[in-house]
Structure formats: C-alpha cells, structure tokens
C-alpha cells in the first residue's frame, strides 16, 4: 500500500506565501514524476507544476515567476512553496506521484488526499 500525505495549506491574505508538502510512504520501489495539481469546486481538476527523478520541472503559466517545486528524494517528499499568493490561487491542491512498486515494472499514479489552499483579498 502506498500513501501520499499532504501538509501546509490554510488560510493567507493576498501577496502572503505558504509552503505544502507531501511525502510518499508504503511499498514503494522507485517515484518518478511528482508534481501537484489544484481544483475549485464546479471545475475540472488543473496541473499546476511537475517535477521529474532528475529535477526537471514544469509549471503552469499562471504560477510561473510565483511558485517553486522541489522534492528530496531521500524522504520521498515533494514541496510547493508559493509566493505573492492571489485570490484565484484559491483551491484544493492534490499532490501526485508516478510510482512503481517492488517486484512489478508497471507505474501507478497516486494522489494525496488534498489540502485547502485559500487567498483572501
């Protein structure tokens, strides 16, 4: 069993800054991409930033110049700092992580089980 548990949202005012974390834990054999995504109720479920093993990332255009990924390979941890917050910035965000498993090639994809992020103005 493999779990993604979510730390860091909450509430801030505009401009304001918070950092998420997720680590991953359980059966786990290798993690490749990580990255976290973001949904406002009535909407579909956005990418938001992607990281891959090599530190090789990506982000949507909304948040790029405000939002930094990382992750720390040896926790199995991946981190979302996000700066000069706004209003719109306001969702739940899910982290996510491509994960194979001891003895099997296949990847699976698993998500955490979401954190509030909310900007007020």
């Known amino acids: 069993q493999v779990q993604l548990v979510e730390s860091g949202g909450g509430l801030v005012q505009a401009g304001g800054s918070l950092r998420l974390s997720c680590a991953a834990s359980g059966s786990i054999f290798r993690i490749n991409d990580m990255g976290w995504y973001r949904q406002v109720p009535g909407m579909q479920r956005e990418l938001v930033t992607t990281i891959t093993s090599a530190l090789i990332t990506n982000y949507a255009d909304s948040v790029k110049g405000r939002f930094t990924i990382s992750r720390d390979n040896a926790k199995n941890t991946v981190y979302l700092q996000m700066n000069s917050l706004k209003p719109e910035d306001t969702a739940v965000y899910y982290c996510?992580?491509?994960?194979?498993?001891?003895?099997?090639?296949?990847?699976?994809?698993?998500w955490g089980q979401g954190t509030q992020v909310t900007v007020s103005s």
């Open positions: 996510n992580a491509d994960i194979q498993r001891p003895g099997s090639p296949r990847r699976y994809a698993y």
